[in-house]
Structure formats: C-alpha cells, structure tokens
C-alpha cells in the first residue's frame, strides 16, 4: 500500500475526514490538514488497526441477518442523542444505559483499556453503540467533529465560483480599465488632483448635464479608460479590503512638496503596501515658492523605503501641480503604464460580480448601493444579492446621471432596486432569479446569527495558531505608542525577536491613541494591536469589538517583549530528544513460519516502550537500528516490559538476528524549544 493522503485513506476506512483527523491527533500522528500524506507504514498500520473493527461490524451485520426478528425489534428503538458533554465514559454509559463497569470488562476481554469516566472519541463513541446495538445522533456542534456542509456560506461559493473561473479560463479574461486610489495626508492635494481630472477629462461632457455623486468616475487618456474612486481617504479604502472587497488596483499616494512625508502619509502607505497594491507616488504643490522636490524624495526613501525610478529604485515618482494642471497628464500616463504592466483582467461575460463603494437611502431611488463592476455585464433587470440584502436591479446610473441599460466592467454605477440598506463595502453577485437571491440571503442570515453567539477573536494565540497549520509563518502587528523615542525602541526591541521560522511584520506604527483607522487596518491584515502607554478611543473600542481585533497595551516595555517572545517559543517545533530506556539481550532465537523471527530477550535494565525503537549490536557492531513491529510478555501483547522481565521481540522489517545480539532500546521525545533569534544565531556561529 502506498503513501496516502487523509482524505484517501478516510475512504478506505469509509469514515469522515474531520473524524480520521480527530483520530489520527489521539494515535499521535501528525498531520496538517486533510491534504497532509500519511507514509505507507503508518498506512499499513491503521489499516491493520481498523480492520478489527470493521470486522466486527460485519459479524454484527451477519448476527442480525440470522436474527430478523430481533433486527425488527432493535430498529424501533429510538436513537440516543449525544452531545459534547457526554463524551465522558460514565456519562456515555448512563446515557446508552449500559453499565460503565460491564463495558470497561467488555473491551478488557477484546485487548483494550479504558478508564472510568476517560474522555472518549464520536468514533470510539459510535463503536460502543454498535457493540450493545445502540443507535446513536449527535450534536451540531463547533465542538463536535462533524462535517457541516449545509452551513456553509453561500457567499463563499460564490467567491470560488470566480477563483474557479480565473483559475481554469485564463485565456478567456480580457483586460479592462484600472481603478485608481488617491490617498495621502490631509491638505497635500488628494481632492484638488481628483477634481481637477473629473474636470478636465471626463468621459463625456454634456452641456447642462447633472453630475451623479456615485462614489467613482471615469476618464479617458488616450483612448483608455480609468476609473477613480473620488472617496479620499485611507479609512473606506481599507474598509473594502476588510470585508473582503478589494475594488483598488492601483494607489495614487499625493505627498505635498513643501511639507513632505507626514503621519498620514506613513498611515496611507501601510495601508496601501498591506493591500499589496502598486504604488505611484505624486509630489505635488511643486508650483509653490517652498517646494522642495529633492528633499521629498529623500523623505520617500527614508520614511517609506520607497526609491524612485531616477535614483536607481522601482517606484514611479511624479511631481505635479493639481492646482495648475502641471505634469497630471503625465501622471495619468503613468497610471495606464502600471495598469498594463499589472495585466489587470477581468471576465467579460456573466457571471456577474460588483465592488460596493458606499450604500445610502436616496430620498427619490430609496436604497441604493454606489459600486464599481468587477467582471461580466451588470443589466436592468438583474436580481443581485449583496450580504444579506438582495434585489432587483430597476436602474443604473452612472456619474453624469445618465440611466445605462448596461454596466461593463470597471464602470462606476449607482444600483437602484435592493429592498434594504446592502452592507457598505459589500461584494453584489448576480444570481439567476429571485427564488434563489432569497434563499442565498435567509443562509447568510441564518449564518449571521450563528456567528454573532460564537463571535471571532482574532486573538494572538488564535493567529499563532493558524500559523502552525500553514508554511508561511508571519505575526503582523500594529505598533501604537506615547513617543517617537518608546516607538523606535519598541521596534528595534521587536525586530530582535525574529527568527528564521518566524518572521514578525509591522504593518503600521505611529505615535498617539489607537484610532478606529488602526482597527480597520487591523482587521484587513489579520493584525494584532501593540499599544505602549497609549490607550483606544472610545470609537475604537467599540470598533475592535465588532471587527473581532485584538489589542494589547503595555506600561512595561520588558513585560510586552515577554509575552511576544513565550507566544513565539509556542509556534516553534519542538526538538526532538533521544532517551535511552533501556538494555536487553537476546537469548533465543523463534523461527514461525509465515511469520518471521522472534527474539527471546531478557531486560537487564530500565524497560522496552513498544512505540519506541532499538538498535542492535553484534560483537560490538550496529547491525540494525529500527521499530519494534510486536511486544509480548509470555503470550499477552504488552506496550511496555522491564527489567528483568523477559519478554518476545519481532523487529519491523529485520529478522537476521542471532543468540547474544545486545539490545539498546530508546524512544524520541518532543521537548519545547527556547526563542533563538538571529542575532543570538549569527553570534554562536561567529563562536
């Protein structure tokens, strides 16, 4: 038998995935995920395990056969329902109404311990009913290892609809017009440059015309579309990302000339680099007697590590007036440059999906939901779902107020026709009819409520967690602290604490009170919150706990650096240590038939552990080293024997043994590790 992933093996054993797993975690094996290959030996070996019982439940099926009547009679009783807090073997029997002694002597007699009132597995569970003919439910649970695929949320399959599609009909995707971001500090341009380009470039003028504020808008440079989403402000930018709804492709980041790289600026950049989206950078204001171009670079280099492409780096730098005009063209050039370079593509035909911007109740329209097309072709008529609002699209309109019949991707849209408020930020799918928005819409809500009882922490322990399950391992943080000193010396105390298994990214760091922008952050990045002698505002904390985000202030900058570092030495793997249990001799020599060579071995000090290994010497020379495939003690199968017992051996997988063979016995123990960082690795091999 080949090696076999979980899920394989979990059809050959005809049991659930989440069950093996669970199973697989009390035999102390360790496997990631339902993906995670298990070796061919360990194969074998639950195989062998299992088949007992499987046979065992064929010679109860053969009973029943032979016993119709009683067959008939058992299948009237009702089932046993089983909740978490039964999984206790006292409590199991009472339940079952089974005595606990007379299933602790059943299994006895079957080779198997168990222990009053010992915790016990759905599996081992479910095999105790079928002993005594019980019929059992259980609990829908979070707790109980259960499959629950009618829970799953609607939305999500939704989602992978489109990964699916953009995953396996490559060639099919077209390229469509960039959305653009225009972000920076407050009073460095971010509104006079997007309206100076509404003004002087957009897609069509009409005379007279009314302008629609639908949260975006479009212009034309040589032929070529961009869309801007005229809402400024890092805060709604990282709000979309947080729930899901990245509708930027490309950020703008205005830097004014004359005043440089400011907290703002540094908060917009993280926000922008968390996103992984690329960057142009506009120094504006040139136009101003103050204005100095060249310092502001340096201040790009040094605040943001962001070189331009004139000084050797990557990052494309323009310097432009908004209030003149001066170099926006070129800026603009620059922005479908980046597009093309980003092959930004999209489906061109259905299905559909829509980037809420912003939702509002319109006095004429009612609600309505201003947002972005994704890919496909939004039309009138079209029931859309959005969250946990659904509706059916009566209007579109576009920023010059003009009704489309159609909106194509990228195209900034007002949707007028949902019967609620949608969620701000929210992801609109197209489905194919009213009865099935209606049923995607009471799931998500029933989901909703579920959740909001049980309601996500995203807790440090929670995020390390998850890290174990997954290569890459990251802690992102947020750094928030009372001064420009404390916040340096929390970074470099905390960029000392890197390892080569574990990397620590400080997404954003700032001086003053943790704010609602760091909570929104927070949650996009899956971030925990680090606050030194700062506190949250009442805002915040009140935003952090509907966002499920952690935060954590310190006054003792030691008592921080603390429990980092111990949440760190919990995700590192531990080492392994060889013990040595014990010493033995073979004495005798078996030969079965069929079966292999038995060793006759007499323990002259500390015990042989049958999950442990040996080595065996001849002479003085290491002849095997291996597993113990058997353990007996007279004719009994026994885990563990000590000196000076005598006891019988099979070898896994060697059977040249010889009278006189030394035996050394050892098992390998997991012992947690301690945090070595970089700096204390690179001195020891200076050392």
């Not at 039964?86 to 199991?92: A, G, I, R, V």
């Not at 009170?513 to 030194?532: K, Q, T, W």
């Not at 700062?534 to 935060?551: R, T």
């Amino acid at each position: 038998m080949a090696r076999l992933r979980v899920y394989e093996l979990a059809k050959q054993l005809d049991m659930d995935t989440k069950e093996l797993l669970h199973e697989l975690e009390e035999l102390g094996i360790e496997v990631k995920s339902h993906m995670s290959f298990i070796d061919e030996e360990t194969v074998n070996i639950l195989l062998d395990i299992y088949k007992q019982t499987l046979d065992e439940e064929e010679d109860i099926s053969l009973a029943k056969t032979r016993e119709p009547s009683k067959e008939k009679t058992e299948a009237k009783k009702p089932p046993v329902h089983i909740t978490e807090a039964d999984l206790k073997l006292d409590k199991f029997a009472e339940k079952i109404k089974i005595p606990q002694n007379r299933i602790i002597q059943d299994f006895f007699m079957k080779g198997e311990i168990l222990k009053p009132g010992q915790t016990i597995s759905i599996s081992l569970a479910k095999k105790i009913a079928k002993m005594y003919d019980v019929r059992l439910t259980f609990e829908e649970d979070e707790t109980v290892v259960k499959e629950q695929p009618k829970l799953e949320n609607p939305l999500d399959e939704l989602k992978r609809q489109f990964e699916e599609i953009y995953q396996n009909n490559k060639d099919k995707l077209v390229n469509r017009p960039p959305v653009v971001t225009v972000m920076g500090h407050v009073d460095h341009g971010k509104t006079t440059l997007l309206d100076y380009i509404r003004k002087t470039r957009v897609a069509e003028k009409e005379e007279g015309g009314i302008t629609q504020s639908v949260g975006a808008y479009q212009v034309i440079v040589n032929g070529k579309k961009i869309t801007f989403i005229d809402t400024p402000g890092h805060e709604v930018f990282t709000e979309m990302r947080a729930r899901g709804a990245q509708a930027t492709d490309i950020v703008v980041l205005v830097v004014a000339a004359d005043d440089g790289v400011m907290p703002q600026t540094i908060e917009a950049y993280n926000h922008a680099k968390s996103a992984n989206v690329p960057i142009i950078v506009a120094i504006n204001k040139i136009d101003k007697a103050n204005a100095n171009v060249d310092m502001t670079k340096q201040e790009l280099v040094t605040k943001l590590n962001l070189i331009p492409e004139d000084w050797g780096g990557d990052t494309i730098v323009v310097p432009i007036s908004a209030r003149n005009g001066i170099n926006v063209d070129t800026l603009l050039e620059m922005i479908l440059l980046v597009a093309e370079m980003q092959d930004i593509r999209c489906i061109p035909d259905s299905p559909v999906r829509a980037v809420t911007i912003e939702t509002r109740l319109d006095k004429g329209y009612g609600p309505v939901a201003n947002a972005i097309v994704k890919d496909g072709v939004l039309k009138v008529g079209d029931y859309v779902v959005a969250g946990k609002v659904f509706g059916k699209v009566k209007a579109l309109i576009d920023d010059k107020g003009k009704r489309l019949k159609e909106a194509e991707p990228s195209t900034p849209v007002m949707i007028v026709g949902f019967e609620e408020l949608p969620d701000p930020h929210s992801i609109i799918y197209v489905v194919d009819s009213k009865e099935k928005a209606l049923e995607i819409v009471e799931k998500v809500r029933e989901i909703e409520a579920r959740e909001l009882r049980k309601k996500r922490q995203v807790k440090l322990e929670e995020i390390l967690k998850r890290m174990q399950e997954t290569e890459k391992r990251e802690l992102k943080l947020i750094l928030k602290a009372d001064t420009v000193g404390s916040l340096q010396a929390l970074q470099n105390a905390i960029a000392k604490l890197r390892t080569n298994e574990i990397d620590i990214d400080i997404v954003h760091s700032a001086v003053g009170a943790i704010n609602s922008s760091d909570i929104m952050l927070a949650s996009a990045s899956e971030a925990i919150i680090l606050g030194f002698r700062v506190k949250a505002d009442n805002q915040a904390s009140k935003l952090a706990e509907s966002e499920g985000v952690q935060i954590k202030t310190y006054t003792i900058i030691y008592k921080l650096l603390e429990d980092l570092k111990a949440a760190l030495e919990g995700m590192l793997e531990p080492e392994e240590v060889e013990e040595k249990t014990g010493y033995g001799e073979i004495k005798k020599v078996f030969k079965i038939h069929k079966y292999g060579n038995i060793a006759g071995v007499q323990m002259y000090d500390g015990y042989v552990d049958k999950s442990g290994f040996v080595r065996i010497y001849r002479n003085g020379a290491l002849v095997f080293e291996g597993k113990i495939e058997s353990l007996k003690h007279y004719q009994q199968d026994v885990n563990k024997v000590s000196a000076p017992q005598e006891c019988g051996i099979k070898f896994q997988n060697f059977d040249d043994i010889k009278e006189g063979d030394e035996l050394e016995f050892y098992i390998i123990k997991k012992v947690p590790r301690k945090l070595t960082t970089l700096v204390e690795e690179t001195k020891q091999n200076e050392n």
